[in-house]
């Protein structure tokens, strides 16, 4: 049973955009939440979290919104360049600090 | 530091065959996780090792089995293989100072024909 869902699978998004990748999750124990960047041949990298006790963390060109009444967060990429061209993937973990895994959003980002 | 290192990179086995795939996690790291990644799946959980102590389990069966050494080096089994055991498996090592962040390796490619 899958409980962390990303449900757009591919995003394609003009240099210099914004690129917005949603995440949604089932499990309401889930309190910690992550991103991860992953390049062919390479093992996925982390990129930012947030924790349940807030709505938004920035770091840099990178701003994760959560929200969790709706079970719902969200990576913003501003201003959107080439390099970010990856797959995205979004995790949770609750108190036994097991990660679940969404399937995955392949960003594309057009010269 | 050097990062996380699987061997080999890629293999090729027969259905009903066994593998054994390897992990060094980064120096210092006493955690080790394993994952599959299958299209369309995202990065399914296999277990997590701790000081040589299985300490998470996911839903696989029996057949994927792990252990981890004194020098947290961890190994993965696949007994039996099963041609829906083709995929990529992913180790990651954490340190005792980050509860969720894990550092991946770059992967074992493993096709069973």
């Known amino acids: 049973d899958q409980q962390v869902k990303q449900n757009s699978p591919s995003l394609s998004v003009q240099e210099g955009r914004i690129s917005i990748l949603n995440c949604d999750y089932t499990?309401?124990?889930?309190?910690?939440f992550l991103w991860y960047k992953k390049y062919p041949a390479e093992g996925p990298t982390f990129l930012i979290s947030i924790s349940s006790i807030k709505d938004k963390n920035e770091d840099g060109r990178f701003t994760v919104f959560l929200n969790k009444s709706a079970k719902h967060l969200s990576l913003h990429i501003v201003p959107s360049q080439p390099g970010d061209s990856a797959v995205y993937f979004c995790a949770a973990s609750g108190n036994d600090y097991k990660l679940s895994f969404g399937a995955g959003t392949t960003v594309t980002v057009r010269a | 530091k050097a990062g996380v290192t699987q061997t080999p990179r890629y293999l090729i086995k027969t259905r009903g065959q066994q593998v054994t795939l390897s992990c060094s996690p980064i120096s210092g790291h006493r955690s080790v996780s394993w994952y599959q990644q299958t299209p369309g799946q995202g990065l399914q959980f296999l277990f997590e090792y701790f000081s040589e102590t299985q300490r998470n389990k996911g839903n696989f069966p029996g057949r994927f089995s792990g252990r981890q050494f004194s020098n947290s080096r961890s190994e993965m089994n696949v007994s039996t293989l099963e041609l829906g055991d083709s995929a990529l498996y992913l180790c990651?090592?954490?340190?005792?100072?980050?509860?969720?962040?894990?550092?991946f390796g770059p992967g074992t490619r493993l096709t069973v024909t």
């Open positions: 990651a090592s954490k340190s005792l100072f980050s509860a969720y962040e894990q550092y």
């Open positions: 499990n309401s124990m889930f309190d910690y």
